[in-house]
């Protein structure tokens, strides 16, 4: 049990079909974050919500669209991806403290995506 | 946040101690050392942090030189579960959100 559960674990969709990435985090966390792992690439923050706000969207295409309910629950809308969005989502969410930000993030296991 | 830069492979035999060295010579006052690690097809696990003290845990210690541009991760006793990519991250205290950038990390093989 990491404390971060992300489902599916795997996911195949083609390019004109429209899925959605789930997070749930049960650690009593108020920030949460998506980041994506493509192969023989360093692991790159997508976006960041803080107090279910979004804090920080990092360049990210449209065709990625994110949602946080609450602070427990963070979901990644996909739709008309590419080949290249192939990849490893991965969610994390940490205790940010209004200001001081040495809390660790705590990650879920990832959704491993294959775009046809 | 600073760079860091590590090795990027390492190996140890089992049950020996595993030192994994960062350097970080442009860290500023307010950063933290974090290490992370990730075991194949699982996400990034937190291993340990510190900012200034040497720190140890039920997983590793953390040594930080005096002068802060530099760190070592230890796993005093390291098993075969070990194997995996070490990643040494710096961030600012006061950024707000956690966020990490990861580089490359080291590839840690633990062998029997």
């Known amino acids: ?116 | 946040d600073a760079k860091t830069t590590q090795p990027p492979s390492m190996d140890c035999a089992e049950g020996r101690a595993a030192n994994l060295p960062c350097n970080h010579s442009t860290i500023s006052g307010n950063e933290y050392v974090y290490w992370y690690r990730q075991i194949h097809s699982q996400g990034p696990q937190y291993i340990i942090h510190g900012l200034k003290n040497n720190e140890t845990n039920e997983m590793a210690s953390l040594i930080i030189t005096e002068d802060r541009k530099s760190s070592t991760l230890i796993l005093p006793h390291a098993t075969l579960r070990d194997t995996a990519v070490y990643y040494c991250i710096v961030r600012d205290a006061f950024s707000g959100y956690s966020t990490l950038t990861f580089g490359k990390g080291t590839m840690l093989l633990v062998s029997p």
Request: charge should be neutral.
């Open chain 1, 1 to 116: 049990e990491t404390g971060v559960t992300q489902t599916p674990r795997h996911l195949v969709m083609g390019m004109t079909n429209k899925k959605s990435l789930k997070c749930e985090q049960h650690l009593g966390h108020n920030a949460m974050y998506w980041y994506k792992q493509s192969a023989k690439k360093p692991l790159e923050l997508m976006f960041v919500y803080n107090f279910k706000e979004q804090t920080e969207n990092n360049s990210v295409p449209s065709r990625f669209s994110p949602e946080c309910p609450n602070s427990s629950h963070l979901f990644l809308h996909l739709h008309t991806l590419q080949p290249e969005d192939s990849a490893l989502y991965l969610c994390a969410s940490s205790q940010d403290q209004g200001g001081t930000g040495n809390q660790p993030q705590h990650f879920g296991d990832g959704t491993r995506l294959s775009i046809l």
